[in-house]
């Protein structure tokens, strides 16, 4: 029986919302398989520093921080040439950066609409023109943090939903575009984390009731079906991965 498996130690990821929560675990993740990392924050400057610090103390210089707004389009290039110059090359963009609050009907701003959008798809389609040439030499790949109200709106959050639906696609015309040299897939997150902005636990219990699993994901769900998409699903492009414990099979 053959090994899939890509060795991954030297390769480089460029991810992007790194600092905290779902981003740091996949950092965390693909560092402990060998890779080098350019971890990219907008403003959790003290977050980032300390997750460089504890990476670079397992393996030095294995890690370098890109501090961006992604909503400055203009800028976006200068990011991907930055992470691939440092170790010269690029393997892994995992466009992870998202920013989530509700937008009820009625109340929506264009400033919010930009907002959304332009995090949340703008951003991952220009990092990944510009990556693309990079990605090519390496035949690398393409991760996108989706969610699964990509498919299944929530409710006061048209924006914010319909702009990770468009990731979805994305990820798909992508795939197209990019191929055959670069994989490109996404991951849907269901009850990983919460919004940091809270909610009662009352919401919560109700939702986690409604995932067939009746419990909470970890951000180490989303990290090891990255690590699966990256280093064992060499024919595998153009797909999403649910990590939701069963929470689509709900009404």
């Not at 950092?27 to 959790?44: K, P």
Request: hydrophobic share 40%; proline share 4%; charged share 25%.
């Amino acid at each position: 029986m053959s090994d899939n498996r890509d060795d991954l130690s030297g390769k480089v990821a460029l991810i992007t919302g790194a600092a905290r929560r779902i981003g740091a675990a996949m950092a965390r993740t693909l560092h402990r398989e060998g890779m080098n990392l350019a971890l990219h924050y907008h403003t959790s400057d003290k977050a980032a520093r300390t997750l460089q610090t504890e990476l670079n103390a397992q393996r030095k210089d294995s890690v370098v921080l890109i501090q961006a707004d992604l909503l400055q389009t203009a800028k976006l290039a200068a990011i991907v040439k930055e992470a691939a110059a440092h170790w010269k090359r690029l393997d892994v963009l995992i466009n992870n950066a998202s920013t989530f609050y509700p937008t009820p009907i009625g109340t929506v701003t264009e400033s919010q609409w930009d907002n959304l959008i332009g995090t949340n798809l703008k951003a991952p389609f220009f990092l990944a023109q510009a990556a693309a040439r990079h990605l090519k030499q390496q035949r690398g790949c393409i991760i996108n943090i989706v969610d699964i109200h990509g498919e299944r709106p929530l409710k006061a959050h048209p924006v914010y939903s319909t702009a990770k639906a468009g990731l979805v696609m994305l990820s798909r015309t992508l795939a197209r575009e990019l191929g055959p040299e670069i994989r490109v897939n996404a991951v849907a997150p269901g009850a990983i984390m919460w919004p940091e902005n809270g909610i009662d636990d009352v919401t919560k219990k109700r939702i986690l009731s409604r995932t067939t699993l009746k419990r909470q994901g970890a951000p180490d769900d989303i990290a090891r079906a990255a690590l699966f998409l990256i280093r064992d699903a060499g024919y595998v492009s153009g797909q999403t991965i649910t990590v939701d414990g069963g929470r689509s099979l709900s009404d």
